[in-house]
């Protein structure tokens, strides 16, 4: 491969991060927000990398010319494996983290409560996130959850003999390399198709001790509602517009 294809490779890997970080919202389907601005100056340092090169290229092509009459640089062939993420970044975007990664990896423990839970606020239905639901499932020895309307957005998980399905939120840290998922089992409501995301307000699932490892962390139904993806969909986090 010339070198003039090289700095071809590194343009078009330059403005396929453009593409997903600056142009598009496309890369927060990987990592998390404060990412960009990483991913955006990556993006500008291999498009001036490239352009620069060609530039030099081009001044070297016209010196051996001059000297030699033929250019003797070249790189590894296996370069050209670089053409493939770039492409992908301009061309082809894979989907977000969904109901195909929750469904095969187990939910992600909730840290233990060491202190006493503070009273729960009065509003009917109570919006809670995922992992404070689960919290107050397992943990909560004053059972505050018990017979309250509770309101959990997530999206879809089908799976299960129960006849019920996973509302699930899916945590990034940084990127999608170390995503993690939160469940909820949610009973009753309509069979929606997986990674849709929904709004589902309820009353906790019977079973076991209420407060303690033996509770199920589960919602019975009263209603489904089909929303957006929120602009926080990788934070275990109450939604934002």
């Not at 090169?53 to 051996?64: F, I, P, T, Y």
């Not at 129960?162 to 995503?179: E, F, K, P, S, V």
Request: net charge positive; with cysteine.
């Amino acid at each position: 491969m010339k070198r003039s294809l090289q700095a071809g490779l590194l343009v078009l890997c330059g403005l396929g991060l453009l593409h997903v970080s600056l142009f598009t919202d496309l890369c927060l389907r990987y990592v998390k927000e404060g990412m960009r601005p990483l991913l955006v100056a990556s993006g500008v340092v291999l498009l001036l990398l490239g352009l620069a090169s060609a530039v030099l290229d081009r001044g070297r092509k016209d010196a051996e010319d001059e000297s030699h009459g033929h250019d003797h640089g070249s790189v590894p062939g296996v370069a050209w494996l670089l053409l493939l993420p770039a492409l992908s970044l301009l061309f082809y975007a894979p989907p977000a983290l969904g109901a195909y990664t929750a469904a095969r990896q187990p939910a992600k423990p909730v840290a233990t409560h060491a202190d006493d839970f503070d009273p729960l606020p009065r509003t009917s239905p109570l919006p809670m996130t995922l992992s404070d639901f689960t919290s107050r499932v397992r943990q909560d020895r004053g059972q505050a959850v018990k017979g309250r309307s509770i309101r959990l957005v997530g999206f879809v998980t089908p799976g299960g003999r129960d006849g019920g399905w996973d509302l699930t939120r899916i945590i990034l840290n940084c990127c999608a390399a170390d995503a993690q998922s939160v469940k909820v089992r949610i009973y009753g409501g309509p069979a929606l198709p997986a990674n849709t995301w929904v709004a589902v307000t309820g009353t906790w699932h019977p079973g076991g001790k209420l407060g303690t490892g033996s509770a199920p962390v589960a919602l019975d139904a009263r209603t489904v509602t089909k929303v957006a993806r929120p602009t926080n969909g990788y934070q275990d986090a109450l939604p934002l517009g």
